[in-house]
């Protein structure tokens, strides 16, 4: 089994947590993953704090392991009711939580002071640091391969991961471009005390996901995604299809482009009947470029433990390496 701060802190056997997605994180999902590793619900794919409640008690019933929700803090037009998700998680008993997006402390600040453990995901080291000092108990590095969205910096996790593990105090995960137990051992040689996976659990038999979605995963590439937002300096990654390159058109015209220019476009509804409906090309969806590595669609249990098998092979391989003593001069 691979010990880590991770395994430790959250009292699983994968140092591997089910990242928060809009309309993917449901009940079904979030209990097939809790039982094998950790998990969170998406506490915005819910339309309302009662919902929320709902959907944690549903997942209670298919599950006895720890799960947690997400909460994302982003530009929107309608603010969420945010307070109003927190105190409804924390009501129904809720311990872990995953936060990311703008201005969290509230958030923390307010999960602390209820005992609870929080996990902050950040693109950036200074972020990192900023939500350390906030009390944060893990960090989530999220790197420019990852879906959704990577920031306005553009860094790799290579790069992040290598400078987290030099000046960051507290244990932090590897997300963005994990997808298969090579990726897993690489997060741990890099310091990371486990990862964070999106796309990946998009792409397995118990997500709600439709059937041609994930085909189309599976099917395609790691250069089958595009940027969008990047001149909104709200920069997401999602898979390239009509709608999404309609939009990247949009933002290069002469002048660039508004949010009301494309607003119709980038709908969250047109996403969410793209999961339902199965056409990849009726809205935008997130996807990172870890599509590049997946090939099938398993059972959460089936990928963790395989995942799990892949990792410890590759340390015990990178273990039996030999190392030539320095010589004496």
């Known amino acids: 089994m691979l010990h880590t701060p991770l395994t430790k802190l959250l009292g699983i056997r994968v140092p591997v947590v089910q990242g928060g997605m809009q309309w993917v994180g449901l009940p079904k999902l979030v209990a097939a993953v809790s039982n094998a590793t950790q998990c969170v619900i998406t506490a915005l794919t819910q339309p309302s704090p009662m919902a929320l409640r709902h959907a944690i008690r549903e997942t209670r019933a298919m599950t006895d392991k720890p799960f947690g929700v997400n909460i994302t803090l982003l530009p929107t037009i309608n603010p969420p009711d945010y307070e109003g998700y927190a105190k409804a998680a924390v009501e129904e008993g809720v311990k872990i939580f ?178 339902e409906n199965g056409d990849p090309d009726h809205g935008i969806w997130s996807a990172g470029i870890t599509i590049g590595l997946i090939n099938d669609i398993p059972t959460c249990q089936e990928l963790l433990e395989r995942m799990e098998r892949e990792a410890e092979e590759i340390i015990g391989h990178i273990s039996s390496l030999s190392v030539n003593p320095k010589a004496k001069l």
Not at 125 to 145: C, P, Q, T, W
């Open 98 to 275: 995953e936060t990311a997006g703008n201005n969290p402390g509230p958030l923390i600040k307010f999960f602390k002071s209820q005992g609870c453990l929080v996990i902050h995901k950040c693109t950036t080291i200074r972020h990192a640091k900023s939500a350390e000092k906030m009390g944060v108990d893990i960090l989530s590095i999220d790197g420019f391969e990852c879906a959704g969205h990577p920031g306005e910096d553009d860094i790799g996790g290579l790069v992040l991961l290598a400078r987290a593990a030099k000046e960051l105090k507290v244990p932090y995960i590897a997300s963005g471009g994990i997808a298969d137990g090579r990726g897993l051992a690489g997060a741990l040689a890099l310091g990371a005390a486990g990862v964070n996976m999106g796309t990946r659990f998009m792409c397995t038999v118990e997500s709600s996901v439709h059937e041609n979605i994930k085909q189309k995963i599976v099917e395609s590439n790691e250069t089958d995604t595009v940027h969008i937002f990047r001149t909104l300096r709200n920069t997401a990654r999602v898979f390239k299809n009509k709608v999404s390159m309609e939009v990247v058109a949009i933002e290069r015209r002469p002048g660039g482009a508004k949010f009301e220019d494309i607003r119709e476009l980038v709908s969250g509804q047109r996403g969410r009947i793209v999961y």
